[in-house]
C-alpha cells in the first residue's frame, strides 16, 4: 500500500488509551482497589505514567510472575466497577471521529485494552466506532488494521506507531500519552498533532493533498 494514498472514503484507526481516552482516572482507581483486594502494593500513580503494554507487562512489576494472569483477570472484572464511569473522553475524540465519518468513512478502535471493556468505555462516552477491536499491542494492531482496510491509525504511544507501519497505514501521532513528540517522530510517525482538536483539519487536509498534508 501506498502511504501517500488517501481513499475517497477512509477507514481510520484509533487507539484507545490517552487517544480517544484519558483513562489515567479510571485506572488509577482500579489498581488502587486491587492493592486493596490483593494486599499488594501498586503504586498507581507510576503505572498511569506508563499506559499502552499490555497490562501483565504491568502487573509484572508488581506480582510475581506465576500470579500475573490470574491478577490480570481479577483486574479485568473489578475494572467496570471502578474505571469506566471516573474514565472521560480526550479533547477532540467525538469530533475525530465524526469527522471520518463526514468523510465518507469509517472509524473503529483498535486497543491493546480488553476488549469488553474497551467496548464499556466508548458505549459510557457515546463514541459510537463502528468497530472495537481489543486485546492487540504494538505490531499486532496491524491484524485488525488490515483486516479493516485501514489507510491511517492514530495513536499516542511508539507501539502505535509500529503497529501502523506494520500495518502499511500512514502514522498519525498525538502527544496526549506517555510519549514526547520528538519520540514519535523518531519512531516513524509520519504526522504528530498535538491531541485530537486538530485531527480534523489535518484529516480534510490529507483528502485534498496528502503530499502537502505529510510535509
Known amino acids: 500500500m501506498s502511504r501517500m494514498t488517501s481513499p475517497a472514503a477512509p477507514v481510520v484507526g ?31 500513580d507510576l503505572a498511569v505514567t506508563r499506559l499502552g503494554p499490555p497490562l501483565v507487562e504491568e502487573l509484572a512489576n508488581w506480582f510475581p510472575a506465576g500470579e500475573v494472569d490470574e491478577i490480570a483477570d481479577l483486574y479485568r472484572a473489578m475494572y467496570p466497577t471502578h474505571a469506566v464511569a471516573a474514565t472521560p473522553a480526550l ?16 472509524a473503529i478502535v483498535v486497543t491493546a485494552k480488553y476488549e469488553p471493556n474497551a467496548r464499556l468505555h466508548v458505549s459510557h462516552l457515546g463514541l459510537e466506532p463502528d468497530a472495537v477491536i481489543g ?3 504494538a505490531e499486532r494492531k496491524a491484524v485488525a488494521l488490515r483486516e479493516h482496510g485501514a489507510s491511517v491509525y492514530v495513536g499516542d504511544h511508539l507501539g502505535d506507531v509500529r503497529g501502523a507501519r506494520t500495518a502499511g497505514a500512514l502514522s498519525v501521532a498525538v502527544a496526549t500519552g506517555p510519549c ?16 485530537l482538536t486538530e485531527f480534523p483539519r489535518w484529516l480534510s487536509a490529507y483528502l ?8
Do not use: K
Not at 14 to 35: E, K, N, V, W
Not at 208 to 215: K, N, Q, R, V, Y
Open 14 to 44: 484509533f487507539d484507545l488509551d490517552m487517544t480517544l481516552i484519558d483513562s489515567r482516572p479510571g485506572i488509577r482507581a482500579c489498581y488502587q482497589a486491587l492493592s486493596e483486594r490483593t494486599g499488594t502494593y501498586v503504586d498507581a
Open 91 to 106: 479533547p477532540g475524540a467525538r469530533e475525530a471521529i465524526a469527522a471520518v465519518r463526514e468523510a465518507g468513512g469509517r
Open 135 to 137: 486485546d492487540l499491542w
Open 180 to 195: 514526547a513528540p520528538e519520540e514519535l517522530r523518531a519512531a516513524g510517525a509520519d504526522v504528530v498533532l498535538a491531541d
Open 208 to 215: 485534498d493533498a496528502p503530499e502537502a498534508a505529510l510535509a
